[in-house]
């Protein structure tokens, strides 16, 4: 139905030109295109937050945005957050234990990381508010709001 | 910390020690070589070469490296780390030296104990059931490796002791690493014999209750964790299943135009269930599934089946006396003693279809050889065991040719646990078809739409009370689809009919009621069920601690007072009961709140709990302002991956409680996506007020068994704002609308 199109984005700080069908979500090119693979997949329809990553800086639901609509933007995914996971909201999420199966937390990382980069010292509110888009299925939200809070007080 | 866990087994040189096997009903003596099945991973092949295999449990390599076995799925609960810390207690292993290997499919070393010997993670039951062995087998290396160096300084093995993977000799200032003993170690024909009070005491515990990090964290959160729904193999190509919408029908006819026609498609297949997709790319795989138009076959059970009708038809066994269950729990005789009571409290209550709602959708990998005589799978499931047997089973070939990758699992919550593995048989299948590896994804529709749910229950309780107002008999009733036949028939068939999946949980034997009879009236609707976090439990316990407290209403007494009074022959049911009371301030009042009670048993582990709620007459709307829990789980192995579990497993209750809801039309499931089942997000969880009460008893379990005492709790609170009794679960606003209107019109 579709004709394969070609995008030309940056992912990660790399320049990358994308073959595909010009609907497909800028997720399915992530993971099985480029495999980075730590952008999950787990409702498709914008509900849930386990595929986010940054457009230009801001929080954005992958599964939503079609690749033909990224070509000349900038995007970065949990990959790269951090080369090693230093990010202090991953040293935070360890610190506190946050992870139970894991599956929502590169989103859960990813949004958090959005909020303190416009607000590095966020209140509890605040916190709560932002990160009411993702759904952890394991319920570790107390352990998010204090990573979150963490981080926020270590940097 | 990431390094130390090992994911593959496929790492080997051949041991050149002679090979020991575990207690614990296992057979112990010398092996020629190992099974490939008990190869053990311990890092580069240098270091393998000089292995000291101990046992199928732990390989001790001549670098100080302990390789320890870790037999259950990791889902989210911990036991990937849990299970090899309490053999490394024993072995008085050095953590930090301590690689963990996911156990290969082999029952008959790897089974759980506890569990009828199967290789299957549920019920809480990984840490309780494997708990005594575990002690065992790491005690008895440890003894091996303090024979080997009595034996190299000549000295009696009574004056050696252990330290941190080291054995000392304190009379002579020696000390041996396990790594050095490793290098000449000798093991003997027969596994050294522990008894009881050979063991640790648990004031000596230095690993167990001292909370170490979970090893597979670092993967988490830098996105690295493998999945299977991240698994890439060469070659491989993309599948998407159309089911059926009710569970034995067959597709009928097939009109394909429209998918035909989309870009990438590779093949369409018809399956005995469905029709299978093949694409190049998931995208391809779901717009050609989507645009598939499908009659199904009629003849399947669920057609016609509408949960409004199952209702009452549910309700209608429930309440027949004349028709009798078959009993899970039978004691003393509550007929008579009903007969006999001076008052008889009857309550009724009902519970939704729930769904798992497991973030990582269901998929799986395989790849099947060009000869279909041998497979390949990735996936994620709750017994390894079973997704091995299922994969040889829809190739007929031997499940020795099946070689099993186990993954992550993204969630669990007992919807990976099925013997048939559905969601890895379609890998297989369209493997099979296209000659290349295949990744089979369920969208999150097909995950909802191909739900199996937790069923439907009605029950209906009667409390029988003498003249002081103590009970004397408790008969519960428990109409609800059957579980058990249809997610695992191999456990069914040895059951002698009870079904444990619906059931559990309505046994009470902590409560002191003479007389107890708990029946099932199984209800066959064709409807798909499956075990869901906390199982029976759930709703067995929102009727039960919900009815309780309506038996303290009808003796005028508090609610707390009357479960301390059940539980009078039973201190530590009644220690958590009072600790969280004392939390929760109980016995307070305070405008426009109210707090609820209620009490679990969870197969030995012991909860209570208090929630305080505010309504909005207006929506029907509950919020839950706090929530108080104590849990006793015996010895806590992981105490701060306990409180974990219980706000995990309290935030998993609050959706059951309050919103979570599957309905079904004509075998049909009527919901599809998040935005229509609705599971809690962070707003809606309250401060969680924990109390981890761990004592030196077995450890019983902490994975779930916080779920169960939301609701009842909830709807308790409810009752003491309003005076309205909220018998239906999830207390959706609707819900609780009717019940005020209807008490109003009582009252008017």
Known sequence: MSRMTTTSLTINGRRQSITADPDTPLLWVLREQLKLTGTKFGCGVGQCGACMVHVDGQSVYSCLLPVKDMAGRNITTIEGLSADGSHPLQKAWLAEQVPQCGYCQSGQIMRAADLLNNNPRPTREEIVGHMNTNICRCGTYARIVRAIERAAKEG | ?748
């Open chain 2, 1 to 748: 910390m990431q390094s130390n866990v090992q994911t593959r087994n496929t790492l080997f040189v051949p041991g050149r020690r002679r090979f020991m096997v575990g207690a614990a009903g296992f057979t112990f003596g010398v092996a020629v070589g190992i099974p490939a099945s008990l190869r053990l991973a311990t890092g580069d092949a240098q270091a393998a070469a000089n292995d000291f295999v101990a046992s199928p449990w732990v390989t001790i390599s001549t670098d100080g490296t302990i390789a320890i076995m870790s037999p259950a799925a990791e889902m989210g609960q911990g036991s990937l780390t849990s299970l090899p810390l309490i053999l490394a207690e024993e072995l008085d292993a050095d953590w930090a030296r301590v690689r963990i290997v996911p156990a290969p499919p082999n029952e008959a070393v790897y089974g759980n104990p506890g569990f009828g010997g199967i290789m299957y993670t549920a019920g809480s039951f990984a840490v309780n059931g494997y708990f005594k062995a575990l002690r065992t087998f790491g005690a008895q290396v440890r003894q091996v490796l303090l024979d080997n160096a009595a034996r190299q300084w000549g000295v009696p093995v009574s004056e050696l002791a252990t330290g941190p993977s080291t054995v000392v000799h304190a009379r002579s200032e020696r000390r041996l690493s396990y790594g050095e003993i490793a290098a000449f170690a000798e093991i003997p024909a027969k596994a050294p014999d522990i008894k009881p009070d050979q063991l640790k005491k648990t004031s000596e515990f230095r690993l167990i209750g001292k909370d170490v990090p979970r090893v597979e964290l670092p993967g988490k959160v830098t996105g690295s964790a493998q999945y299977s729904i991240d698994v890439q193999t060469p070659g491989m190509i993309y599948g998407a299943v159309l089911r059926a919408p009710v569970e034995g029908a067959a597709p009928e006819r097939i009109d394909d135009t429209a998918a035909r026609k989309v870009d990438g498609l590779v093949k369409l297949v018809r399956l005995p269930y469905g029709v299978g997709v093949l694409a190049e790319t998931p995208w391809a795989a779901f717009k050609a599934k989507n645009a598939l138009k499908v009659t199904w076959s009629r003849n399947a059970k669920a057609w016609g089946y509408n949960d409004a009708g199952a209702y009452q038809a549910f309700a209608a066994a429930a309440h027949d006396l004349t028709r009798s269950g078959l009993a899970w729990e039978k004691v003393g005789d509550t007929p008579a003693a009903m007969a006999q009571a001076q008052t008889v409290v009857e309550g009724e209550y009902r519970c939704d279809y729930a769904y798992h709602a497991q973030m990582e959708p269901l998929n799986s990998v395989a790849a099947v050889s060009p000869a279909g005589d041998a497979v390949e799978i990735w996936c994620g499931t709750q017994s390894q065991p079973m997704a091995v047997v299922a994969a040889a089973k829809a190739l007929g070939i031997a499940t020795d040719r099946v070689t099993f990758h186990g993954m992550l699992l993204g969630g669990g919550f007992g919807r990976r646990g099925h013997r048939d593995e559905e969601f890895v048989v379609d890998s297989v299948l369209l493997s099979k078809e296209a000659k290349k590896p295949v990744k089979v994804l369920w969208t999150r529709e097909d995950d909802v739409h191909n739900g199996r749910f937790r069923p439907l229950y009605v029950h209906y309780l009667r409390a029988g009370l003498d003249v002081s107002g103590q009970v004397i008999a408790l008969h519960q009733r428990v109409a609800c689809d059957q579980v058990l036949p249809f997610q695992d028939p191999v456990r069914s068939a040895k059951s002698k009919g009870l079904d444990n999946i619906a059931m559990r949980g309505t046994e009470l034997k902590t409560y002191d009621i003479p007389n107890r009879l708990a029946e099932q009236v199984s209800q066959v609707t064709g409807i798909r069920t499956s075990s869901l976090r906390a199982i029976g439990v759930g709703p067995n316990k929102f009727a039960s601690e919900v009815f309780l407290d309506e038996v303290a209403v009808k003796r005028g007494i508090d609610p707390v007072v009357l479960r301390l009074e059940l539980l009078k022959n039973y201190p530590r049911g009644r220690a958590v009961c009072e600790e969280v009371a004392r939390m929760a301030e109980w016995g307070r009042k305070s405008d426009g709140r109210g707090l609820g009670f209620a009490y679990c048993d969870y197969t030995g582990t012991q909860l209570a709990a208090v929630a305080e709620v505010s309504l909005d007459r207006a929506s029907g709307r509950i919020r839950v302002h706090n929530f108080w829990l104590t849990i006793d789980p015996g010895i806590a192995v992981q105490p701060d991956n306990v409180i974990a579990q219980t706000e995990s497993s309290i935030v998993y209750g609050l959706g059951l409680a309050l919103t979570e809801r599957i309905t079904i039309e004509d075998g049909t499931v009527k919901q599809s996506n998040f935005y229509d089942y609705q599971v809690p997000r962070m707003r809606d969880i309250p401060p969680l007020h924990i109390k981890l009460m761990a004592t030196d008893n077995h450890p019983t379990g902490a994975g779930q068994m916080a779920t169960p005492l939301v609701a009842p709790a909830v709807a308790n609170a409810v009752f003491q704002l309003t005076g309205t009794r909220l018998r239906r679960m999830p207390m959706l606003p609707e819900y609780v609308k009717q019940a005020l209107l209807e008490s109003g019109r009582r009252q008017a």
